[in-house]
């Protein structure tokens, strides 16, 4: 199975901040890599798939880089309502998998 | 408007069984693939098992031979079957829709609780 590592497991930010997520494969998935926002209570959110296409309706401020095992989720000026669990998911191949999440909140 | 909607979760005994389902409007189910994802409590998302659109079927290791997915085309509803269920199977189950390859899981509905206790 591939597995996937996201870092930080936890980030504290303030609005207006750049911040970055990491997650990593453990072996090639091309850019078949999704970021998904999940708040309390709720399902998750798709914000980019193919790495770095945005979903419609996403805020800009939201983007995905990378390809092969290395990528990356960057929020170009933190708000408040992007306090949040994210996520990244590889689709390359069956069984899929999902990064263990980084909880961002606000210092 | 796109809407997902599970049912059918709820308190079993281990080794017991569960039938889930998920009923889709707003999008044309027949091109779709469907999955199940489940996040047990206070823990990520762990995706369980997909039904392609145009045929196959593929399961997490944790649940093969044990659930059975399938799906009614004419009444646009996703279903999974579960036998053998065991205490970590405890958590909430979501349908969620994939548009074809290279997208991901784009809608989710709002999950069903399976609860796996004596």
């Known amino acids: 199975d591939i597995q996937m590592t996201q870092s930080p497991s936890t980030l504290s930010a303030s609005v207006g901040d750049r911040v970055t997520i990491t997650c990593r494969a453990s072996q090639y998935i091309s850019v078949w890599l999704a970021w998904y926002e999940q708040k309390p209570g709720k399902a998750p959110n798709l914000l980019i798939y193919k790495a770095s296409t945005l979903q419609t309706g996403v805020p800009s401020r939201f983007s995905g880089s990378g390809s092969g095992t290395e990528f990356t989720l960057t929020i170009s000026g933190l708000q408040p309502d992007d306090s949040a669990t994210y996520y990244c998911?590889?689709?390359?191949?069956?069984?899929?998998?999902f990064g263990q999440g980084t909880k961002v909140d606000f210092k | 408007e796109v809407e997902l909607l599970e049912s059918g979760g709820g308190l079993v005994q281990p080794g017991g069984s569960l039938r889930l389902s998920c009923v889709v409007s707003?999008?044309?189910?027949?091109?779709?693939?469907m999955s199940w994802i489940r996040q047990a409590p206070g823990k990520g998302l762990e995706w369980v098992s997909i039904s392609a659109s145009n045929g196959p079927i593929f399961y997490a290791d944790s649940v093969r031979g044990r659930f059975t997915i399938s799906r009614d085309n004419f009444k646009s509803t996703l279903f999974l079957e579960m036998n053998g269920l065991r205490a970590e199977d405890t958590a909430l189950y979501y349908c969620?829709?994939?548009?074809?390859?290279?997208?991901?899981?784009?809608?989710w509905g709002p999950g069903t609780l399976v609860t796996v206790s004596s």
């Open positions: 707003g999008l044309p189910f027949t091109t779709y693939d």
């Open positions: 998911h590889q689709y390359k191949t069956e069984p899929w998998t």
């Open positions: 969620a829709s994939k548009k074809g390859f290279g997208y991901a899981l784009d809608y």
